[in-house]
C-alpha cells in the first residue's frame, strides 16, 4: 500500500507514539520501523530481505523480543514522493550493526 508521507501511513494503523520516530516498539518488541533512505538500510531481493540499521543497543533489545516472541513488525520505506508499506517482517539474525528482516 502506499502512502503520501509516513504521518498518513502512521495514522492509518493508528500506531501510538509519533511518527517522527523510526522504530516504535512495546513491552513483546518493535511494533513498526521505517526507513527513510538516509541511512544505510538495504533493501534486497524484491524486498523480501531487509538489512535494516540498528541506530542504538535499546531499539536492538527491542528487534530481539521480536525474535523471542516470534513476533512480526511491519515495515515502511521512503520512496521518491510516497511511503511504501512493505508488509509485515519477521527478526532473522543480527550481523554488523543490522538487524535482518525476513519476508515469506
Given at each position: 500500500?502506499?502512502?503520501?508521507?509516513?504521518?498518513?501511513?502512521?495514522?492509518?494503523?493508528?500506531?501510538?507514539?509519533?511518527?517522527?520516530?523510526?522504530?516504535?516498539?512495546?513491552?513483546k518488541?518493535?511494533?513498526?520501523?521505517?526507513?527513510?533512505?538516509?541511512n544505510?538500510?538495504k533493501?534486497?531481493?524484491?524486498?523480501?530481505?531487509?538489512?535494516?540499521?540498528?541506530?542504538?543497543?535499546?531499539?536492538?533489545?527491542?528487534?530481539?523480543?521480536?525474535?523471542?516472541?516470534?513476533?512480526k513488525?511491519?515495515?515502511?520505506?521512503?520512496?521518491?514522493?510516497?511511503?511504501?508499506d512493505?508488509?509485515?517482517?519477521?527478526?532473522?539474525?543480527?550481523?554488523?550493526?543490522?538487524?535482518?528482516?525476513?519476508?515469506?
Amino acid at each position: 500500500m502506499k502512502f503520501k508521507n509516513f504521518k498518513e501511513a502512521h495514522s492509518y494503523y493508528k500506531y501510538p507514539s509519533t511518527h517522527r520516530f523510526g522504530t516504535i516498539s512495546n513491552e513483546k518488541g518493535v511494533i513498526r520501523s521505517y526507513s527513510n533512505g538516509k541511512n544505510n538500510d538495504k533493501i534486497l531481493n524484491n524486498g523480501k530481505k531487509i538489512y535494516y540499521m540498528i541506530k542504538n543497543e535499546k531499539t536492538k533489545e527491542y528487534f530481539k523480543l521480536n525474535k523471542k516472541y516470534n513476533k512480526k513488525l511491519r515495515f515502511f520505506r521512503k520512496i521518491d514522493n510516497y511511503v511504501l508499506d512493505m508488509g509485515l517482517y519477521s527478526v532473522n539474525k543480527f550481523i554488523d550493526g543490522y538487524v535482518i528482516l525476513l519476508k515469506k
